[in-house]
């Protein structure tokens, strides 16, 4: 029986807050259609297309709620990349953990070198608003298509897992009458 309903999308009331852009608006006139050919430029790398939201991190942006997400993409971003000089540029976005470091290594918004090749933003400056703003609604948008792959938040995991079990040795059968201590070392 073939039916029209769809189940209902655990995300689609959730609210991107990304942030106003206070700089220059002719930087890029068309920024909604400049992420929407970016996303689809990455596809073209097996690298950028590895990256997905894992389980711990969709809870965790459950939790947060988007628009902390959205906030700590803009401060990440502020502090690790828009600066004009990076003392630790190219290993300043580690490759686990908050969704937006996961985002950042999917977008090829993780060091400058990545922004230069894949966004065209040079080096060695710091970010404009415009910029800054960019890269943040890139992550976000992106941070919004994985979390469409999740039709519900998933469970979280319960306390006692077979990861988080710790096995007992067994115990060494020894005679009461052995003399040799090392009988069980050999035998």
């Not at 655990?10 to 106003?20: E, L, R, S």
């Not at 971003?77 to 908050?98: C, E, F, W, Y």
């Not at 998933?154 to 040795?169: D, H, I, M």
């Amino acid at each position: 029986m073939a039916s029209d309903a769809r189940q209902p999308d655990f995300w689609a009331d959730t609210v991107i807050h990304v942030p106003v852009d206070s700089g220059s608006p002719a930087v890029f006139e068309d920024e909604a259609g400049r992420i929407t050919e970016r996303l689809q430029a990455l596809t073209h790398s097996r690298f950028r297309m590895s990256w997905h939201l894992k389980a711990e991190q969709v809870r965790y942006i459950h939790e947060k709620g988007i628009g902390t997400i959205a906030r700590h993409a803009e401060e990440l971003i502020a502090a690790r990349l828009a600066p004009a000089v990076i003392l630790n540029d190219g290993s300043q976005t580690p490759m686990k953990g908050h969704p937006v470091f996961i985002a950042q290594h999917a977008t090829g918004t993780c060091c400058r070198n990545c922004l230069k090749k894949w966004h065209r933003i040079e080096p060695g400056k710091a970010f404009t608003p415009s910029e800054q703003h960019y890269v943040t609604t890139l992550i976000m948008t992106w941070i919004h298509r994985q979390l469409s792959r999740w039709q519900t938040p998933p469970e979280q995991p319960s306390a006692v897992s077979p990861k988080n079990t710790v096995k007992k040795a067994p115990k060494k059968n020894t005679t009461p009458d052995s003399t040799n201590p090392t009988d069980d070392l050999f035998g």
